[in-house]
């Protein structure tokens, strides 16, 4: 049985969203149980189970504008310092939540705790790409730390093909380091002292450098570069492929009759592609680097992709690989 | 009379593409003059206009596997380095080429010479938004600089404000500051220091923070980043929408008859979509800082991209950005 401790305050659409998620996911995998911290009135509103489900009742919320590290640290009674408190006193396996991802992060480091050796942990999410042979990439660190050092892109890469093999089932997991060249000795001091970090670590399958615009090509499995760099790459791809389809919508909404006509029968395949490139639909954004697995879903989560992150919380709990990063580094 | 200096021999369509696109611009403005530097024998293949054409014979290439500074220091009899030199010396008012951006970075530096006073020239392409009211951005440093300072970003954004002002005629541009967060505060360590600098600089418009998924929707005229961040995120938005578009063909052909026959009817509305989101529409990548007018075309520039550069090299002199700057920072 898979324990997982769920923020159901978290995320634009909490509580709502998120306990409709767990009710969909209850009934779907029959090998969870789901502890639920938040206002317990507010969920039972919308909680339509109750095998397998607990409510623990919780007096704070951590807001967007709170200071993360603050927050955490005063907010003792908050929904989702109480989830990481749960998961760090082994009675839960995974921590998800779709509020604050700074906050997430503070509960992770402060709550749940770094593995020892490990120097910062990282925030990685998996992205779809356009290739039918590798279908996704862990861009890693997407946004945990805002300033890192050559060890944290070393470590991030460690961390991230151990994510790649047990929970995304990838043999031998393809690391490339984001650069603004694929010729070895390009790029900016920390990512050439990285480059020869990467390069001597004999865990990983390091095949050089790549530049952003590959990454949807499925170039690679694992993508590393400092959180500064990941997280406006993220935040580019997430802009970027919004734009084009509003952009789309724009164009076959306002032409032609022909236009409109073709537009109509063309939806149902925009749509479904569209959803591709949505990448809630793979889950949340794992932390990685903590004793337990920390699951960040999007602020604006729905129902659906709530379930999404806790069919993945399932997924990385029983694949085991947050003990084996463990063992790695503290051993 | 705007003259010109070309580097005929640059870019993966060199000379044929290159010298295509001054036949055209020489029938389309009758106020510039080009000087074509490269092969003669091979210009002259291509070349079908004589007045305001001057072939100047070199004898070396600077490729793309080159060394920059190195290739730009002892190939001084190429086509890239002797087309700076005339504008050095004053025999032309701006360079052009499609070839090899760290050789026409450094040869804007080595050759054409920094400003008095600029630490670090930057490179800036114009991007084109979804939005009708502010069409395009300009994305500064693109990647002239692997690392940067803060005082870099304060001059690289004093410098895209007089190219916004001057030759994209946009009366008070807003420029931002790309970052991890709106919220003041946020930031790696050159980011926060380098907000400080543009909020006490009273020459430009410092709207405060932007996140990258923003740039789309024209929120701000420049976009100030670090020479890293920004190659990160140039290469992002080139690599999403062409993933974009290569999807929706994917989707488009090999769906049922219903939605290839969608696709026949939108095929054209969807072709100028496109187009808008190809930046090589919108002219070259300008290099700032230094002495003279720098302008990069794509590497992989066709007749019409050259064509656009040379329009864009045009406006550039005409505006006089370049006398402005200079008189700004050497004063």
Known sequence: MVTIAIDAMGGDNAPAAVVNGVNLAIH??????????GDEAQIREHL?????????????????????????????????????????????????????????LASGLLVVGRIKNIDRPGLMPVIPTISKEHPQFILMDAGANADSKPINLLQHAILA????REVLEIKSPRVGLINNGTEAGKGNDLSKAAYELLSQEESINFIGNIEAKELLNGSVDVAVTDGFTGNAILKTLEGTSKSVFKAIKGALTSGGMKTKLGALMIKDALADLKD???DTKAGGAVMLGVKGAVIKAHGSSNEEAIFNAIRQARKVTNSGVINQTISFFED
């Open 161 to 164: 093909s151990y994510y790649a």
């Open 276 to 278: 591709n490139f949505d």
């Open 48 to 104: 339509k189970v109750q095998e397998r489900v607990e409510v623990i009742h919780t007096t704070e919320i951590i807001e967007a504008e709170d200071e993360p590290v603050i927050a955490v640290r005063r907010k003792k009674d908050s929904s989702m310092v109480r989830a990481a408190r749960a998961v760090k006193e082994g009675e839960a396996d995974v921590l998800l939540s779709a509020g604050s991802t700074g906050a997430l």
């Open 28 to 37: 779907a995998f029959e090998d969870i149980q789901v502890k639920l911290f």
